[in-house]
Every structure is written in structure tokens, then in C-alpha cells.
């Protein structure tokens, strides 16, 4: 065989087209892909992928990474190094609570210790509204499903719980949705609040929408004794403060200071483990007041009683100690009930023995008599002759019974209170009336009336004194008898203490002293002692005021006490209406001491406004001055003198 391969045979392909006149051939140069040569279709050759270069990538992601940590680095740094202060006071504040500890309010006792008020522990109820909001709970109407649990339990309106919940100021971290609630009230909250606590635990979709409520340890005043002296001890009002009385007399030593308690708390709960500080609360004083409660509950019994019956506007009963000014009742009526405001009458929530200024009647002519003998103008056996009408300056002057020409001594004038005897002995006190004016008007004020009685009661008067240059031609002649100025039932009752106790009037007193945190017992400072008359005048006086009881001509036969010798003086006056301030019904009246011959205790009382029977002091007062004090002399253990009663002669024989 030949080494010489076979000529291959050519296969005509399809023709190519014409090349186009003109066109230029290409020839292939360096590098051309070699012309493929006609002949037989030849199979596609599979040529391996080829990937772009993965370097730019890289270089992006690199950036993109290297920024993101970049701005995590630059954050980091601010909160850690540049907000570092204010970031952790923000998670303190949201982390850390502060609760006021309400210091314990001192207790209010009579002068035997007997708890007249008192405090009961009490919580108020408070919440943190920015722990509602949505951010909060994830919810929008977090305040709503709040109040809507609270409402029923703190008895109050949904929709002001909701407003509490969801201040204007929305910043706001703390609101108070009740006060002073019993300890049951947040038993029933803080139970709620761990059962929605427990349930979200294991139930995603439960929302523990009370989780911002909490409770501040308080205290209730509670009265134990109900409507008892509630004229002196007053009342505490929402904030804790005293709203009247004692309460509010002595509002900074009974309640003490408040204390402070922080602690970290999470969900609502405290957070045992993260510690908390504690500022203790220093308890208030007890105040121990000068009254005896079971002569206060006497005293109050027997006014309430006649103001019923005789269907008065309103009554005071006043008991003092002659010897140290200690009031040992006062008494209202109508009064309240310190522990339910609610149903109080605004106007009986004072202490009206103390506030109202009234003109005091007959019981003034003591003053007037006290003057006369005092400046040896007259004694008590001087001869006065009473006409039936006596005219001066632009009145004409009559008794409250029409008489006969009475022929009575001094002692007499009193006895039957005769306006006329009055007016003509208190006209001796000076050459002039001008001059006889301002004597008298000397005394009263010795006898402290137009001046505080030295209590401090918050809301007393002063009554109304005009100086004598100011007094009208009619109140020359009235005042001696106790109309055209005014007085109020403490000043009234301590005329008589004065008498009582020897001339010297000894200021009243309503506190004996207060007992600290430790036991300690303060004494109240002592009273101050000024001599009004002298001790034969103040002797004189109580024997005059025995012939107002004890003679059977005198107004005051119903406060006899048997085996006691009693001074007392009935006065009936016309009253001014408070309202329209012209004079309307009466007010009616009883002032005395006993034993009369060793004083020891003085009884006021005074009714205003009687409409039903009788409105003479001596019918309806003396009764009981004689209730009460026949009460007081007992309770007390004070014993019948047995001396024989002066009885001085009321009338004379012309």
C-alpha cells in the first residue's frame, strides 16, 4: 500500500453569496480566529463557564460590614462615654420608686386618757401613669381596662379613673387615684395584680394592666366615740390635714413627719435583691385634752335634748374648773359626725360655743353688779326704788314683767333681774353717764369680754365691744343689761369662773399637755391669772347670785340642786338673726357655780331661737345647768359644803 493517504473528496457546500462590488477582503492578521474552511457541518463544542472576578464583591461587603460596625462603634461610645449620665439616671428613674411612709397621727384623749381620736392603718392608692401607655403594655387602651377593675373596688366613676390614669401631662409619673382606703380595699387590688401577674406568664396575650397601680402606707382618723365633742376635736380632711378643732389647732404636733422608702421595682413588683433606702417616719404627739368624756357626753345629751324639744336653731353647753380654767365639756348641738362628713351639715361643723356672737341678756348684769360694788358705789343691801317705766335718752325702759313700783335692794335687782334696777345702779358710776359709760365699759373688758378667750380655737370671736365714745344713746342704757354688744359662750361661762374663783380670772384652758414618740408628757404652759375684782366683791357677788336660785322670788328657782349651794343667773335676750341681721326670737340663757360657798365647777348654757314653749333662760336653761351640773358634781366627787346660805333680802319696805 501506498504511504500516501486517498485524496479526500470534496462535498460541494451551499453557495456563498456574492461578495458586494467594492468590499474589502479582510485579511487575517496576528491573533484573527482562523477562517473556517467549507466542508461538512461540524457538532457544537461545549466551552466551560466562565465567573466574573469575585474581588469587588469582597471589597463591598467589606465596606458595607466595616460601616455598619463603625456606626456601632460611634453609638456605643455615646451612650457609654458622652450620655453615659443621662442614660443611667433615665433607667434609675424608670427602675426605682419612691413611696411617702405617712407618719402615724398622735392620738387625742380626755383628761383620763380615754381615746377621743384615733388612727387606723390605711393605704392610698396610686399609680404611675406611664406605665399605661402603649409602650408600656403594647396595648392602646391600657387606662380604660385599668379603671375598668379599679372603678368597682375604690367605689369611684370609670371615666375619672381614666382621666387620673391618663394625665394631660403625660411626663407625669405619679397620681393618687384614692385616699386613706382600708387595708381590705388593697388586699382585693394587690391580689388582682398578682393573678395578672401569674397569668402572663404563661399566657402571652394576657396583659397585667395593673402593673403601675401601688399603695402608700397611710392612716385613718376614726372617732370612737361618733358625734362626742366633735365641736372640739374637729376632723382630718382628705390630705391628712386638720379641717377644724383641735385637729387643726394642733395639726403640726399631731402629725408628726413623713417619712421615704426607694426601692427598684420591675413589672410592678419590688425587686427584693437590688436593695432600697429608708427615711423613717417620726410619729405625731398624742394630745391630751382638759374635757372628761363622760361629762361631755352629759353636757351634749341634756342640750341636744332641749334644743329638740324646743325647736331651736341651736344650743352650747360649757362645764369649767373655777380653780384652773380647764374646760371639762363644751358641747354643741345640732353637731356631726367626724367620721362621715358626707352627711354633715356645713353648719353645725364648727364649734359654735366659741364661734357664735350673740348678745348675752341678763347674764351680763353680774358685770354690771361686779362694777357697782367694786367702786363702793352701792352694796348688796342699797335700797333701789324700780318704777314701772323709766325714760332715758330716746327709749322708754320696762322689766320683762309689767309692775307696780318694786322697792328692791340691790340684791333684789339681780334676783328679779330687773333691766330698770340696772340701769339706775350702773348710772351711779359716774357724775356723768359719759363717765359712768366708760367704767363700765372697763370691767367688761377686765372680764375679757371684746378679746380672745385665750383657746386659739380656730374660727373663735372675739364678740363685738364698741368703746363708750361710739356708744349709741340707746346702748348706754342696754349694755348694763346685756344688750348692744355681743359675747360667745366661752367668754360668758369665764365671767363666772372669774367670780367663782375669788375676782381672778383664770385664762381658759382646753389642752393639758401632749405626750411625745418617747412617753414623755409635756405640760401645757400655764394659764394666765389677772384680778378683775376683789375677793369681798367676788364674795358678795356669789351670794347675790344664790338669792337668783334659792329665794323664791328669784328667776332661777329650777337650778336647785339639793344639798348644794347654787349662784346662778338666768338672762333672756332678743337675738339678732345672723342671716338678716335684724332681731328675731330670743336667745335664752343659764350661767352659775357651784357649791356657791367653795366654787368649784362652772356650768354655761345657752339656746338660741327656741320656737316650741317656753324661751325664758330660767324655764328652759336652768333646767339644764341643773342636769348637768348635779352630773359633774358627782362624777367629780365633790361634796356639799353644809354652811347655811347668806339669804340676802330682795325687798324692803318703804
Not at 354688744?485 to 363666772?496: C, E, G, K, R
Not at 375684782?533 to 323664791?552: C, Y
Request: glycine share 10%; hydrophobic share 35%; with cysteine.
Amino acid at each position: 500500500m501506498s504511504d500516501r493517504e486517498p485524496p479526500r473528496r470534496r462535498v460541494p457546500g451551499p453557495a456563498k453569496p456574492p461578495r458586494p462590488r467594492g468590499a474589502v477582503r479582510r485579511q487575517p492578521g496576528p491573533g484573527a480566529r482562523p477562517v473556517r474552511r467549507s466542508g461538512g457541518a461540524r457538532p457544537p463544542v461545549s466551552r466551560p463557564l466562565r465567573l466574573g472576578s469575585p474581588r469587588p464583591r469582597l471589597r463591598l461587603v467589606s465596606l458595607a460590614l466595616t460601616l455598619v460596625l463603625l456606626a456601632f462603634v460611634v453609638r456605643l461610645l455615646q451612650v457609654q462615654a458622652v450620655d453615659a449620665s443621662s442614660y443611667t439616671a433615665r433607667a434609675e428613674q424608670n427602675r426605682y420608686v419612691v413611696h411617702t411612709l405617712a407618719a402615724e397621727r398622735g392620738e387625742i384623749t380626755d383628761r383620763n386618757g380615754v381615746a377621743l381620736a384615733v388612727s387606723e392603718d390605711a393605704y392610698d392608692i396610686t399609680a404611675d401613669p406611664t406605665m399605661f401607655g402603649r409602650a408600656q403594655l403594647k396595648i392602646s387602651d391600657g387606662p380604660e381596662k385599668a379603671a375598668a377593675l379599679l372603678a368597682p373596688i375604690l367605689g369611684q366613676d370609670q371615666a375619672a379613673l381614666v382621666r387620673k390614669l391618663r394625665p394631660a401631662n403625660k411626663n407625669s409619673r405619679y397620681t393618687r387615684l384614692a385616699a386613706r382606703q382600708t387595708p381590705q380595699v388593697w388586699k382585693q387590688i394587690k391580689d388582682l395584680k398578682t393573678a395578672l401577674t401569674n397569668k402572663s406568664e404563661t399566657d402571652h396575650t394576657t396583659v397585667n394592666v395593673l402593673a403601675g397601680v401601688f399603695a402608700d402606707p397611710s392612716s385613718q382618723r376614726v372617732y370612737p366615740n361618733g358625734d362626742l365633742a366633735a365641736g372640739i376635736l374637729g376632723w382630718v380632711n382628705a390630705d391628712g390635714q386638720g379641717g377644724g378643732g383641735i385637729e387643726q389647732e394642733l395639726d403640726k404636733q399631731l402629725s408628726g413627719k413623713d417619712g421615704k422608702v426607694r426601692y427598684a421595682q420591675a413589672g410592678g413588683r419590688q425587686v427584693p435583691t437590688a436593695g432600697s433606702t429608708e427615711t423613717p417616719a417620726v410619729p405625731g404627739s398624742d394630745v391630751e385634752l382638759t374635757i372628761d368624756r363622760d361629762i361631755q357626753w352629759a353636757a351634749q345629751d341634756a342640750i341636744s335634748e332641749q334644743v329638740r324639744k324646743s325647736k331651736a336653731d341651736r344650743g352650747y353647753v360649757i362645764v369649767q374648773d373655777t380653780r384652773t380654767g380647764q374646760i371639762l365639756a363644751m358641747a354643741n348641738s345640732p353637731g356631726f359626725d367626724p367620721n362621715d362628713l358626707s352627711k354633715a351639715d356645713g353648719d353645725a361643723m364648727g364649734n359654735a360655743a366659741v364661734q357664735d356672737a350673740y348678745e348675752p341678756g341678763s347674764t351680763a348684769k353680774v358685770m354690771s353688779m361686779a362694777a357697782v360694788l367694786e367702786r363702793n358705789v352701792a352694796t348688796p343691801l342699797t335700797h333701789v326704788v324700780v318704777p314701772n317705766r323709766l325714760h332715758r335718752g330716746d327709749r322708754l325702759f320696762q322689766d320683762d314683767i309689767d309692775h307696780a313700783t318694786w322697792h328692791l335692794t340691790l340684791n333684789g335687782v339681780l334676783a328679779k333681774s330687773s333691766n330698770i334696777g340696772t340701769i339706775l345702779a350702773t348710772g351711779e358710776l359716774g357724775k356723768t353717764q359719759p363717765e359712768a359709760n366708760k367704767v363700765l365699759y372697763s370691767y367688761l373688758r377686765k372680764f375679757g369680754i371684746g378679746s380672745p378667750t385665750g383657746l386659739g380655737f380656730p374660727g373663735e370671736t372675739a364678740g363685738i365691744l364698741a368703746p363708750p365714745q361710739k356708744w349709741s344713746t340707746s346702748q348706754q342704757y342696754t349694755i348694763p343689761f346685756g344688750q348692744g354688744f355681743s359675747i360667745n359662750a366661752m367668754q360668758a361661762a369665764s365671767v363666772y369662773s372669774t367670780i367663782a374663783n375669788g375676782g381672778v380670772r383664770v385664762q381658759p384652758t382646753l389642752v393639758r399637755g401632749t405626750k411625745g414618740a418617747d412617753g414623755s408628757f409635756t405640760p401645757a404652759p400655764k394659764p394666765e391669772q389677772t384680778r378683775v375684782v376683789s375677793e369681798k366683791t367676788a364674795k358678795s357677788l356669789a351670794q347675790m347670785l344664790e338669792s337668783v336660785v334659792d329665794d323664791g322670788q328669784g328667776t332661777g328657782i329650777k337650778a336647785r340642786i339639793p344639798g348644794y349651794r347654787v349662784a346662778g343667773k338666768t338672762g333672756t335676750a332678743n337675738r339678732v338673726d345672723p342671716v338678716t341681721g335684724r332681731y328675731r326670737g330670743y336667745t335664752s340663757s343659764f350661767a352659775g357655780f357651784a357649791p356657791a360657798d367653795n366654787p368649784r365647777i362652772t356650768v354655761y348654757c345657752a339656746i338660741q331661737n327656741a320656737t316650741s314653749g317656753s324661751y325664758f333662760g330660767g324655764q328652759i336653761c336652768a333646767p339644764i345647768y341643773k342636769q348637768v351640773m348635779e352630773f359633774a358634781l358627782k362624777t367629780l366627787q365633790v361634796p356639799p359644803t353644809g354652811a347655811k346660805a347668806a339669804n340676802l333680802p330682795v325687798d324692803y319696805k318703804p
